[in-house]
């Protein structure tokens, strides 16, 4: 055998290996393909050829993925190694030139050249074949048992899983040979009609339902009965009386059952979705926002608005308030997003309010909320929302600091005169050297230097390096920690009122805003130091009225009322007679809940007919009023008690015989325990300590010593 016949007869594999894995990606896209069009065809139909189509993409996606083209020559050989060892790992020497081969390696060839002759095809190329051939019947039979599934009834099932409950096939009497229901849900769901093929239904509120029922025998009556009280007869659609219907519109949650000719079946439900108000989520600005001096007089609104149909309105309420006392004035304002809303579930909006074009001047105040329509025509809106412009004027006048518990209204008037001599070398600044406005400039920063540290001074804050809260000292980090010194390690554990953190001046609400504050001041500080009054003159503002909130937080007010005290009997005092001193008493009259006593004796009867399959005309009594409570819990939630209300009707109807499963029992005790406990406890007295309370064996003690 030449070396070119060697090479000939593994090209031969690698084209079959080749060939073999693109079939098997081929079949293997296609089962896959069969399987997703049967299960397309459950709710429209397709033709069964689109499965060629999208296995051919399929199946392209398959062979790059497991690089079954990129098999080349060596890889046949290294198979051939592996399965047959009398090659001796020595394969690969046949792909090679006779020129390039040395005398060893050319002996090893023709030592192995008889054996090459002699071997199989190697099984393991053909692996992936087969398999997807496997799979390709499997699939084949997973494509017949899908077509027999009806569509109706698996959409039905379908909008009862989203609600968390999964219908099971209902029982119906052997005089139904089938059942339609067709469901139209109401306009504002944007929902088609369906049908389905059981009694058992989830509708959206408001549907309108059509039940078409077919009888294998003549009927004299059929009629529907409604939460065990309603009555709706169906009306026959032919003279044999063997097709009838009934439509009805479903507002409510409930059960029913069919009579035929006098014949009751079991209890269905019929359970509603709630039409849900339109969910409303604002982002920005916040619940109450300023705008201080110097900031852009806009307020920009982020909102979010989600509902189950979909929204068709959402716009903003605005109310403008100006002025003060008996001069307040009020205007309202509609305000429309720029997106348009057109039906869909959720919106994401924003607005940008200019203040200004609102008319609104420094001192007035903006009230807004978002208002939100549905689908349904139902209406929500947002909480209230607040944006005040802040009035200079107002801040920079001495009312309401004058009375009540004055802080320190020195350092007030200290950071209004800053406020001040800014806005004096601003109108100066003309006028005046660039040397002068700079000194100037510089002293004021100065100034508000020294105000910053004697207000430090009530956060504890008695070095200037801690001042702001957030200056470290970077020295001593790049020094690391010395732990040879001992006054070094007592300082980082011990309590200091030097440290910031450990001030007790003040309650974490008016720390945290007089930290704002002495931010505020750093960064006009800043400014000022770097010949920037304008700049500055926001931030001063704004320190200027955090401060002036801390100080109306500060007070208390207690109005003078006029107390008369008793006359005190100078023979009475220091006795310890506390017999006349008696605790106030209200008395009221709770009549007893007849209702949950009737429930808890149920309770008791159906423990009893575990052992005891009986029932005498008291116990079915007590059983038939724990029921009328059952039905009325069925009627608003049927998922969670018409089960137990169904078991409950077939023990009291029961004779003799009563065959009720453990399961049963179970469920019929789990519904009562449950009604039981949602109603409202029964006050109960209190309990005696046996032993005496230790005032009480005090003054006992105290009475005797007494002459």
């Excluded at 108000?277 to 608005?305: A, F, H, M, N």
């Amino acid at each position: 055998m030449s070396y070119s016949r060697g090479q000939k007869f593994i090209k031969a594999i690698k084209s079959k290996w080749v060939f073999s894995g693109l079939i098997a990606s081929f079949i293997f896209a296609l089962s896959i393909s069969l399987i997703g069009i049967s299960i397309w065809n459950i709710f429209s139909d397709l033709p069964y050829w689109y499965a060629a189509a999208s296995s051919i993409i399929l199946s392209f996606a398959i062979v790059q993925f497991f690089q079954i083209v990129k098999i080349n020559e060596e890889d046949v050989a290294r198979l051939l190694n592996q399965f047959y060892p009398q090659l001796e790992e020595s394969s690969s020497l046949v792909l090679k030139e006779g020129e390039t081969l040395n005398i060893l390696e050319k002996l090893q060839v023709q030592r192995i050249e008889n054996e090459l002759i002699k071997v199989q095809i190697p099984a393991l190329i053909y692996k992936r074949l087969k398999k997807s051939a496997i799979f390709l019947l499997f699939s084949i039979s997973i494509s017949l048992l899908i077509s027999q599934i009806d569509a109706s009834d698996l959409k039905n099932k379908t909008i009862g899983l989203k609600e968390g409950k999964f219908y099971t096939a209902d029982k119906i009497l052997p005089e139904i040979a089938s059942i339609t229901l067709n469901i139209s849900p109401p306009s504002y769901t944007n929902k088609d009609k369906r049908a389905q093929k059981q009694f058992s239904a989830t509708v959206e509120d408001g549907s309108m339902l059509e039940w078409t029922i077919e009888t294998n025998q003549s009927v004299e009556s059929l009629k529907f009965i409604f939460n065990d009280s309603e009555t709706s007869k169906l009306r026959p659609l032919n003279k044999n009386k063997t097709l009838w219907t009934l439509n009805k519109r479903i507002n409510k949650s409930g059960f029913y059952q069919v009579s035929l000719d006098d014949q009751l079946s079991d209890l269905y439900k019929l359970e509603i979705i709630k039409d849900e108000p339109v969910l409303i989520r604002i982002s920005s600005p916040k619940q109450y926002s300023t705008i201080d001096y110097g900031e852009e007089q806009i307020s920009t609104v982020q909102v979010q608005v989600n509902d189950d149909y979909g929204v068709n309105e959402v716009y903003i309420s605005a109310t403008i308030s100006s002025g003060q006392g008996e001069g307040v004035e009020f205007k309202e304002h509609t305000i429309l997003f720029s997106d348009k809303i057109s039906g869909e579930k959720e919106y994401k909006l924003q607005k940008t309010i200019n203040l200004t074009s609102l008319g609104m001047k420094p001192g007035d105040e903006l009230y807004f909320f978002i208002h939100a329509m549905d689908s349904r025509n139902q209406t929500s809106r947002s909480d209230v929302y607040q944006v005040s412009i802040q009035d200079t004027a107002k801040l920079m006048s001495m009312d309401g600091m004058m009375g009540g518990v004055n802080l320190i209204p020195e350092y007030f008037r200290s950071q209004r005169q800053i406020i001040i001599d800014t806005e004096k070398i601003l109108k100066e600044k003309n006028s005046i050297s660039t040397e002068e406005f700079k000194s100037r400039s510089n002293n004021l920063g100065i100034d508000q230097k020294l105000l910053r540290l004697r207000y430090g001074k009530f956060l504890g804050e008695e070095s200037e390096g801690d001042i702001g809260g957030g200056n470290e000292d970077h020295e001593d980090e790049e020094a690391g920690v010395d732990f040879g010194n001992t006054e070094k390690i007592i300082d980082s554990y011990a309590h200091k009122h030097d440290v910031a953190e450990d001030a007790t001046y003040f309650e974490p609400e008016l720390k945290a805003q007089l930290k704002a504050t002495l931010t505020e001041m750093w960064k006009s500080e800043l400014r000022l130091r770097t010949y920037k009054p304008q700049e500055a003159l926001p931030f001063e503002y704004k320190a200027l009225r955090l401060l002036k909130d801390l100080q109306q937080k500060s007070r208390a007010y207690v109005s003078k009322t006029a107390l008369k005290t008793a006359s005190i009997k100078p023979e009475k005092r220091l006795t310890g007679e506390l017999d006349k001193i008696i605790q106030p008493m209200a008395e009221r009259k709770i009549l007893k809940n007849e209702a949950q006593s009737s429930l808890k004796e149920a309770t008791a009867i159906i423990a009893k007919l575990k052992t005891k399959g009986s029932l005498n005309l008291q116990d079915r009594a007590i059983l038939q009023e724990a029921n009328r409570k059952i039905a009325s819990k069925a009627i608003s939630e049927p998922s969670s008690y018409l089960n137990a209300f169904e078991i409950m009707r077939k023990i009291i109807s029961a004779n003799i015989n009563l065959k009720v499963s453990p399961k049963e029992f179970s469920i019929i005790e789990s519904a009562l325990q449950k009604i039981i406990r949602d109603e409202g406890k029964m006050p109960q007295a209190r309990p005696i300590p046996t032993k005496t309370s230790l005032s009480t064996e005090y003054f006992n003690r105290l009475k005797q010593v007494q002459p």
